[in-house]
C-alpha cells in the first residue's frame, strides 16, 4: 500500500468521522459516548471528547476502530441511529477498496487534467484575465473548455462591483465551537439567502425542542393546535422524522412568543439559534469589516426539496445593511461567475470562479454525454457501478431545470467544500446578475469521503433563479420588494 494511498484512507475516515458529527444531534452524540464507557474509554476522559472527530481519536488509540474497520463503532450506532450505521457501512466498503486496490491512477489523471485548469483564487485577484482552457481529445473537456478569456467589460464590471459586501460567510456554532459553515448573499429590503441544508441540522434542533417544550407543558394539546395553524403543518407531519418544510415560512418566533405566554421559559432557544448561527459581510484579513448579523426566529421562506432557505438579518449594533444583489428573473446563461466562501485555506476570504460552465437548455444532450464517461471512468479505474449516484444528473427534462430548479454546473477544484449558498452571476448590461445559487456536487459520495476523480467527472449542481424568484413573488413577496 503506497504513501498517497495511504493519506486518500485517512482522508476519507477522516471525513467519515465529520459526517457523523453532523448527522448526530448532541443528545444523540451524548447517549453514543456513553455506550464506550469503560469499554474503552475511561470515566476520566469523557468530558475531553466533545465532539466525533475527538470520538474516533479515542476508539482508533484503544484500538476498537482502525482506519477502514469501524465495526465495534457501528455495532453501537445502531442502538442510537439505525440509518446512519448503515451509511456508515457503506463508506466502510469504499474506504477497504482504497486500502486494497493496486497503485491508483486518479492523482495522476487528475493533476494532468488539472494543469489545464485556469488559475481560481482571491477575489481581488480577479483583474487579471483567464487564459483559455484547453481540452483533452476524447474527454468531456470540449464542453468545458471556454471559447476566450474573460472579456475586458466583464473585468471592468467585477472590478466596479463591490461583491464582498454582498456576499457573507454564515458560521455555525455548537458548543461554543465552528461546526459548519456555508455562504448567503443579500436579497430584498433585510434578507438573506442560503441553500436550507447550510442550517437544516439548526432548524431541526429548533422545532424538536419546540415539540419537547410543548410535551412537558400544562397546555400540551393548546400548543400542539397552535403549531399547526402558525407551521400550517397536519397532526402526522409534526414528529421531527417528517418535519420537512415546503415553500413556506417557519414563524418560530411567534410559536416562541406563545410558549412564553403559557409559563415555559424560552431563553434556551437563543443558544440554538441567534447566538449558534450568525453571518459575517466584508470578509477581509479575518474580520468582517461589513458587519455581523443575527437571524430572526420568523423565516420568511425555507424549501427541503427546493434546498433554498431565505432568512430576515438583524443587527446587534450600528450596522447598516450590506446591499441586496439583483436576481435573474428570466432566461440562464451559458457562462457565469461562482463566488464564495468555501473551506480551502485558514484565512477566510472571498473566492472565485469567473469560467464556470453551466449546462443550459441546448447542453442537455451534452450533459448525458458526460454523465456516460463519468460512469464509465468509474468503472474502469475504480470498480465500482456508480450509475445511481449521478441518476439526478439524469432524471431531469430537456429543459434542463427540473421540478425543483435544479441546474448543473462545472466550477473549479476550490469550490468542494462548504461552498453551498453561494450564487453564480452574469454579467448582463456591465451589471452583475445572480443567475443561480450553488447547491452540491455529485457523485455526493466524493464530498463527503473527499475522494474525488479527475474535474471533469464532478458535477455541481445550482438551484435557478428564475424558479425561485417566480414562487418567491407568488409565495412571499415581501421578499421580492426592492
Known amino acids: 500500500m503506497t504513501t498517497e494511498e495511504n493519506e486518500e484512507a485517512r482522508s476519507a475516515h477522516n471525513a467519515l468521522a465529520e459526517y457523523v458529527d453532523s448527522q448526530l444531534v448532541e ?94 483564487g482571491n477575489f481581488q485577484q480577479m483583474n487579471e484575465v483567464v487564459p483559455v482552457q484547453e481540452a483533452k481529445e476524447g474527454t468531456a473537456g470540449n464542453f468545458h473548455r471556454n471559447e476566450k478569456g474573460l472579456s475586458f467589460t466583464d473585468i471592468e464590471a467585477l472590478g466596479k462591483s463591490d461583491l464582498r459586501k454582498s456576499i457573507g460567510i454564515i458560521k455555525i456554532k455548537k458548543d461554543g465551537r465552528l461546526s459548519g459553515s456555508g455562504t448567503g448573499f443579500r436579497v430584498g429590503r433585510n434578507y438573506l439567502m442560503t441553500a436550507y441544508h447550510v442550517l437544516d441540522e439548526t432548524i431541526k434542533s429548533l422545532w424538536k425542542l419546540a415539540l419537547r417544550k410543548a410535551g412537558q407543558s400544562n397546555f400540551k394539546q393548546a400548543i400542539y393546535q397552535e403549531i399547526q395553524q402558525l407551521f400550517e403543518i397536519l397532526p402526522d407531519k409534526i414528529e421531527p422524522d417528517h418535519f420537512k418544510p415546503s415553500q413556506q415560512p417557519l414563524p418560530f418566533g411567534k410559536l416562541f412568543e406563545y410558549l412564553h405566554k403559557s409559563g415555559e421559559q424560552t431563553e434556551v432557544f437563543d443558544t440554538l439559534f441567534k447566538q449558534a448561527a450568525r453571518v459575517e459581510f466584508g470578509m477581509k484579513d479575518g474580520k468582517a469589516t461589513a458587519g455581523e448579523f443575527y437571524f430572526e426566529y420568523n423565516i420568511p421562506f425555507a424549501d427541503e426539496a427546493l434546498d433554498v432557505l431565505v432568512l430576515e438579518i438583524v443587527s446587534e449594533g450600528d450596522s447598516i445593511l450590506p446591499p441586496p444583489l439583483p436576481l435573474e428573473e428570466d432566461s440562464i446563461r451559458e457562462r457565469g461567475h461562482l463566488i464564495g466562501y468555501p473551506i480551502v485555506q485558514t484565512e477566510v476570504d472571498l473566492w472565485s470562479d469567473v469560467t464556470c460552465n453551466i449546462y443550459t437548455n441546448n447542453r442537455y444532450n451534452e450533459l448525458q454525454k458526460d454523465v456516460t464517461k463519468a460512469i464509465k471512468w468509474w468503472k474502469d479505474e475504480r470498480n465500482l457501478m456508480v450509475e445511481g449516484d449521478y441518476a439526478v444528473c439524469r432524471n431531469i427534462p430537456k429543459t434542463n431545470c427540473s421540478a425543483t430548479g435544479e441546474m448543473f454546473l462545472h466550477s473549479s477544484k476550490e469550490f468542494e467544500y462548504r461552498s453551498s449558498g453561494s450564487p453564480i452571476f452574469a454579467i448582463i448590461h456591465d451589471r452583475l446578475v445572480v443567475q443561480l445559487m450553488y447547491l452540491r456536487g455529485y457523485p455526493e459520495f466524493c464530498y463527503a469521503e473527499r475522494n474525488f476523480p479527475p474535474q471533469q467527472y464532478l458535477f455541481e449542481a445550482g438551484v435557478a433563479m428564475p424558479v425561485i424568484t417566480q414562487l418567491l413573488r407568488k409565495r412571499c413577496p415581501n421578499i421580492m420588494e426592492k
Open 27 to 120: 443528545e444523540e452524540f451524548n447517549r453514543l459516548k456513553k455506550l464506550f464507557l469503560k469499554c474503552p474509554i475511561k470515566p476520566k476522559d469523557m468530558p475531553n471528547i466533545r465532539n466525533m472527530t475527538e470520538l474516533f481519536q479515542q476508539l482508533e488509540s484503544d484500538e476498537k476502530i482502525s482506519v477502514g474497520d469501524y465495526k465495534n463503532f457501528t455495532k453501537s450506532l445502531k442502538i442510537i441511529n439505525r440509518r446512519l450505521a448503515t451509511e456508515v457501512e457503506k463508506r466502510q466498503s469504499r474506504i477497504e477498496q482504497m486500502l486494497n486496490r493496486g497503485p491508483s491512477e486518479c492523482s495522476q489523471e487528475r493533476a494532468r487534467y488539472e494543469s489545464h485548469q485556469p488559475p481560481t
